[in-house]
């Protein structure tokens, strides 16, 4: 069209303005029919950054030595930097891996938790569910622990300490302990611990739960059962 505009008498580059074609892309286009190649060319061409052929090898190789392993692109990529055996991105990794028909195999997710269930002889009443924890004060370097009720949340003993062992939970038990009424009732149970799962009796008077484990020997001079 632009030759058929010429021969008429247009100029050539008021006859790519009325088509709305760039004039260096007539030139161009020009230059690759008389080397005839206006076929398309294959997208992508030769990047600089490609890939070598021993590189992908190496990738495929770590694959089969550390795939079980690492279970990932990005553990892998790292691998490969690690070992000094070949320095490429996780993006990279995974097109080599999928080009090459393999595929790592991530570990199955974790089931969802089941939450345990209060023991049978448990009523969700006051004085019935203590929770306790303990939190830091890195600055001023103490630990304070708390008692509370979990049915009506009253907040029933505290410790300030700057320690946290079995010592302070049994303090701030023995407190809470007293300040509910339950101290005597306590006293006259301490000839051992009692199975919580047998409703007998015997059982426990209140379950304490937390998430703080190295305290758990405590339970032996509070007369409480813990509970994870």
Request: hydrophobic fraction near 40%.
């Given at each position: 069209m632009v030759e058929r505009a010429v021969e008429a008498g247009w100029e050539f580059r008021a006859s790519c303005q009325v088509l709305e074609l760039g004039t260096v892309r007539a030139y161009r286009w020009l230059g690759r029919r008389a080397a005839d190649e206006l076929e398309d060319h294959r997208p992508g061409g030769s990047p600089l950054h490609g890939l070598l052929d021993?590189?992908?090898a190496e990738v495929v190789a770590l694959f089969h030595q550390?795939?079980?392993?690492?279970?990932?692109?990005?553990?892998?990529?790292?691998?490969?930097?690690?070992l000094e055996r070949v320095w490429v991105s996780p993006s990279s990794v995974r097109r080599v891996l999928a080009a090459e028909g393999l595929r790592l195999r991530p570990l199955p997710r974790p089931?969802?938790?089941?939450r345990k269930p209060f023991?049978?002889?448990v009523e969700y009443t006051p004085n019935s569910i203590w929770i306790f924890d303990t939190t830091h004060f890195t600055r001023a370097g103490v630990a304070a622990t708390v008692v509370e009720d979990l049915v009506s949340r009253k907040w029933i003993a505290?410790?300030?300490?700057?320690e946290e062992t079995a010592t302070q939970v049994q303090v701030v038990f023995t407190e809470a302990l007293e300040c509910e009424g339950l101290l005597d009732r306590v006293t006259a149970r301490l000839d051992g611990l009692v199975d919580p799962t047998v409703d007998d009796p015997t059982r426990p008077i209140l379950l304490a739960m937390s998430d703080i484990h190295p305290e758990w020997r405590a339970d032996r001079a509070c007369g409480v059962r813990p509970a994870a």
């Amino acid at each position: 069209m632009v030759e058929r505009a010429v021969e008429a008498g247009w100029e050539f580059r008021a006859s790519c303005q009325v088509l709305e074609l760039g004039t260096v892309r007539a030139y161009r286009w020009l230059g690759r029919r008389a080397a005839d190649e206006l076929e398309d060319h294959r997208p992508g061409g030769s990047p600089l950054h490609g890939l070598l052929d021993w590189e992908v090898a190496e990738v495929v190789a770590l694959f089969h030595q550390w795939g079980e392993v690492d279970r990932s692109h990005r553990k892998l990529a790292h691998r490969g930097s690690y070992l000094e055996r070949v320095w490429v991105s996780p993006s990279s990794v995974r097109r080599v891996l999928a080009a090459e028909g393999l595929r790592l195999r991530p570990l199955p997710r974790p089931g969802r938790s089941v939450r345990k269930p209060f023991p049978d002889w448990v009523e969700y009443t006051p004085n019935s569910i203590w929770i306790f924890d303990t939190t830091h004060f890195t600055r001023a370097g103490v630990a304070a622990t708390v008692v509370e009720d979990l049915v009506s949340r009253k907040w029933i003993a505290e410790i300030v300490s700057a320690e946290e062992t079995a010592t302070q939970v049994q303090v701030v038990f023995t407190e809470a302990l007293e300040c509910e009424g339950l101290l005597d009732r306590v006293t006259a149970r301490l000839d051992g611990l009692v199975d919580p799962t047998v409703d007998d009796p015997t059982r426990p008077i209140l379950l304490a739960m937390s998430d703080i484990h190295p305290e758990w020997r405590a339970d032996r001079a509070c007369g409480v059962r813990p509970a994870a």
